[in-house]
């Protein structure tokens, strides 16, 4: 079995960096497994949308309302996604989710989640 543990998250005034960081713990084999890994985020009386996403060779997408603020990265050897959030807005205020593919069957890997609050 696999978790994803989340960390990062917090109260920011706009304008301001938050870092989140998601660590894969648990079964190795199932960690080597993993595929792309993801943040996603829900907004209170919202649906849960996509950020971004990268995948294991380091192809990223993003979500067009953080394009050129956030940026997400991966370390494989440490098992761990992060995402470099800048230039945050209050729309940014929302719980974040860690996301991974199984890989090895089909199926995703969601962690606890993270609030961020973006206020002043």
């Known amino acids: 079995q696999l978790q994803l543990v989340e960390s990062g998250g917090g109260l920011v005034q706009p304008g301001g960096s938050l870092r989140l960081s998601c660590r894969a713990a648990?079964?190795?084999?199932?960690?080597?497994?993993?595929?792309?890994m993801g943040w996603y985020r829900q907004a209170p009386g919202k649906q849960r949308e996509l950020v971004a996403r990268v995948t294991r060779d380091g192809a990223t997408n993003y979500a067009d309302s953080v394009k050129g603020r956030f940026t997400i990265s991966r370390d494989n050897a440490k098992d761990t996604v992060f995402l470099q959030m800048s230039s945050l807005e209050p729309e940014d205020t929302a719980v974040y989710y860690c996301?991974?593919?199984?890989?090895?069957?089909?199926?995703?890997?969601w962690g606890q989640g993270t609030q961020v609050t973006v206020s002043s």
């Open positions: 648990g079964n190795m084999a199932a960690r080597n497994a993993m595929g792309t």
């Open positions: 996301n991974a593919d199984k890989g090895w069957t089909p199926g995703v890997y």
